[in-house]
């Protein structure tokens, strides 16, 4: 069982920063689903929330 089906969440949004904070390692990478232990459709439903949360300037690139 993964993060999302253990919590009823049905769409993974770009918009919620504080699920997507725990996908991102501290240097800024989307963590890889060997670590996530998330199924490979939400894996890249999250890869994709993360890309457009950076790019609306919700999420920074890197971390410093």
């Not at 490979?40 to 457009?52: D, I, M, P, S, Y």
Request: proline letters at 5%; charged letters at 30%; aromatic letters at 10%.
């Amino acid at each position: 069982m993964d993060y999302f089906t253990q919590n009823n969440v049905k769409h993974i949004d770009y918009k919620d920063i504080e699920i997507l904070r725990m996908f991102v390692s501290p240097s800024g990478k989307i963590m890889p689903r060997r670590r996530t232990k998330l199924s490979a459709k939400n894996q890249r439903n999250v890869a994709q929330a993360v890309k457009r949360a950076r790019f609306m300037g919700m999420l920074p690139f890197v971390q410093k």
